[in-house]
């Protein structure tokens, strides 16, 4: 059990649990894991971003989050899954911890702080999700553009924002917010002439891109209930 009069260092205690043998240095492009594979581990991520995709019966793949530091993923295994949902992919070179399910839960059980911490992680990424859906059905193709780019860029999190330092294609963007390529391309070159994000070898947002997601957000609540009756 962790002193009770000692801060609690999440980080650290992470460390201790992963052991020396788990601790992941990985290539950009390198699968974690796959769509498929056997759901018995929890990967926390250190440093880098990750790629999360699914791909449909008939083939198609969507990017369905992008994931950072101090990220988790893979912990859909604690709440039963036997196969992965998912395929995650390391977007630049990472450096991830892998931990053991059966030791990841006997942590939760064992840790208090630990158990508050995650459990805190999770509610922030279902608030994320949530966000995500209304994003999608709620506002167009550009906004959803210039969400997802803030949201690389750290916009929103602690800590200074950053240039997106992952080499993200047009292709994956548009996986990301559900059009095409050729909407991505002509959104990010207006983006630019209006000097909302740069290109200098890789692509840096600037905080004047958030008028486009601030600008005329959908008023949901005042939708008309008339409007919604089936006939």
């Given at each position: 059990m962790t002193n009770v009069d000692q801060p609690f260092d999440s980080k650290l205690f992470l460390t201790s649990l992963a052991g020396s043998k788990n601790h992941l240095q990985l290539a950009k492009n390198q699968t974690i894991f796959s769509q498929g594979d056997a759901a018995d581990t929890v990967f926390y991520i250190q440093k880098g971003k990750v790629k999360i995709?699914?791909?449909?019966?008939?083939?198609?793949?969507?990017v369905v989050a992008i994931l950072g530091k101090d990220d988790f993923c893979g912990e859909g295994c604690l709440a039963g899954q036997e196969q992965r949902m998912a395929t995650a992919t390391a977007m630049t070179e990472c450096e991830i911890m892998q931990l053991d399910k059966r030791a990841f839960i006997r942590a939760l059980h064992d840790e208090l702080p630990f158990s508050e911490m995650f459990v805190a992680y999770l509610l922030a990424r279902t608030i994320r999700v949530e966000e995500d859906l209304v994003?999608?059905?709620?506002?167009?193709?550009?906004?959803r553009l210039a969400r997802a780019l803030l949201l690389l860029a750290n916009f929103g999190k602690e800590g200074r924002p950053e240039p997106i330092i992952a080499k993200v294609s047009q292709e994956t963007l548009a996986e990301m917010i559900g059009t095409t390529r050729s909407r991505v391309s002509f959104f990010m070159n207006k983006f630019r002439k209006l000097g909302f994000i740069s290109y200098n070898g890789r692509i840096e947002v600037h905080s004047s891109l958030l008028g486009v997601v601030l600008h005329d957000q959908p008023q949901i609540e005042k939708k008309s209930p008339r409007k919604s009756k089936l006939h």
């Open positions: 995709t699914v791909v449909s019966e008939h083939g198609k793949e969507a994003d999608q059905l709620f506002n167009s193709s550009e906004k």
